[in-house]
Nanobody
Framework: QLQLVESGGGLVQPGGSLRLSCTAS????????MGWYRQAPGKQRELVAR???????NYADSVRGRFTISRDNAKNTVYLQMNSLKPEDTAVYYC?????????WGQGTQVTVSS
């Protein structure tokens, strides 16, 4: 059973930065397409960023230029560096992958942007 464990959320002021981490179990992490999603209260879960096994990345328009997704296959970990944070970035952030016909989610980590 694949497991995803996120960390790194917290409270930050507008304009600040946070780095989220997601560590996956499994020996073929390097082949996984990894994604970060977020869900704000009363809103649908949305894709924030995704990175392929070849490290090609794509981003939601709302975060492009401020967020960077990266991966370290030696550590089975994907990162989301979030800069210039805005109050509208406040949400629970989830790590995600799709493998063997099954979608896997982490437990989520809360990010709150507020002064």
């Amino acid at each position: 059973q694949l497991q995803l464990v996120e960390s790194g959320g917290g409270l930050v002021q507008p304009g600040g930065s946070l780095r989220l981490s997601c560590t996956a179990s499994g020996s073929i992490f390097s082949l996984y397409v990894m994604g970060w999603y977020r869900q704000a209260p009363g809103k649908q879960r949305e894709l924030v960023a995704r990175i392929t096994s070849g490290e090609s990345a794509n981003y939601a328009d709302s975060v492009r230029g401020r967020f960077t997704i990266s991966r370290d296959n030696a550590k089975n970990t994907v990162y989301l560096q979030m800069n210039s944070l805005k109050p509208e970035d406040t949400a629970v952030y989830y790590c995600n992958t799709f493998l063997g016909g099954t979608t896997y989610w982490g437990q989520g980590t809360q990010v709150t942007v507020s002064s």
